[in-house]
T-cell receptor
Framework: GQNIDQPTEMTATEGAIVQINCTYQ??????LFWYQQHAGEAPTFLSY????GLEEKGRFSSFLSRSKGYSYLLLKELQMKDSASYLC??????????FGKGTMLLVSP | DGGITQSPKYLFRKEGQNVTLSCEQN?????MYWYRQDPGQGLRLIYY???????QKGDIAEGYSVSREKKESFPLTVTSAQKNPTAFYLC??????????????FGPGTRLTVL
């Protein structure tokens, strides 16, 4: 079966750095995606990792370790608008993605 | 503007009625997907289609049906057989299905409430 784990909730302060972890156990691995979802809205694509290492995109970075079945999303210089749910999803080699339950991030002033 | 549209944004239905949710895309994507999202739950796949006139069941297909007669359109029917239909429904599309870096792009969603 496919299993993806993320923390349910995290809190952080404006201007700080936060790391959201994702661990996965899947029958195969063909890439990992991170999405951001504001309440009541559609998920929007943030990043994709298929090789080990860190991918940086502005304030957001994503890291992957395939041997450990582990990824994290790093958000720097947090802003109030970063308050959202962050979804980790794995392409396990089939035609579809398996999503974690998401991590709700609350950024406070 | 290219994108995915879903209508309506909010939908109310009486128990026992079938209801069809619309999803249209003008991105020229081959693959389309339907997900259901419940509070505290991740996205769960209902159905997906890799090409016109073909579709496959996802993890929770019972009580749902789909059609893919046109590349641009992938409507989802929630039937009276679905035990707990009240949820947020998301449609997505991607260039092809299963490509390693193939990103799925989502529509704005339809919130269905069955009374």
């Amino acid at each position: 079966g496919q299993n993806i784990d993320q923390p349910t909730e995290m809190t952080a302060t404006e201007g700080a750095i936060v790391q959201i972890n994702c661990t996965y156990q899947t029958s195969g691995f063909n890439g990992l995606f991170w999405y951001q979802q504001h309440a009541g809205e559609a998920p929007t694509f943030l990043s994709y990792n298929v090789l080990d290492g860190l991918e940086e995109k502005g304030r957001f970075s994503s890291f992957l370790s395939r041997s450990k079945g582990y990824s994290y999303l790093l958000l720097k210089e947090l802003q109030m608008k970063d308050s959202a749910s962050y979804l980790c999803a794995v392409n396990s080699g089939y035609s579809t993605l398996t999503f974690g339950k998401g991590t709700m991030l609350l950024v406070s002033p | 503007d290219g994108g995915i549209t879903q209508s309506p944004k909010y939908l109310f239905r009486k128990e026992g009625q079938n209801v069809t949710l619309s999803c249209e895309q003008n991105l020229n994507h081959d693959a389309m997907y339907w997900y259901r999202q419940d509070p505290g739950q991740g996205l769960r796949l209902i159905y997906y289609s890799q090409i016109v006139n073909d579709f496959q069941k996802g993890d929770i297909a019972e009580g749902y049906s789909v059609s893919r007669e046109k590349k641009e359109s992938f409507p989802l029917t929630v039937t009276s057989a679905q035990k707990n239909p009240t949820a947020f429904y998301l449609c997505a599309s991607s260039i092809v299905a299963g490509g390693a870096s193939d990103t799925q792009y989502f529509g704005p969603g339809t919130r269905l409430t069955v009374l």
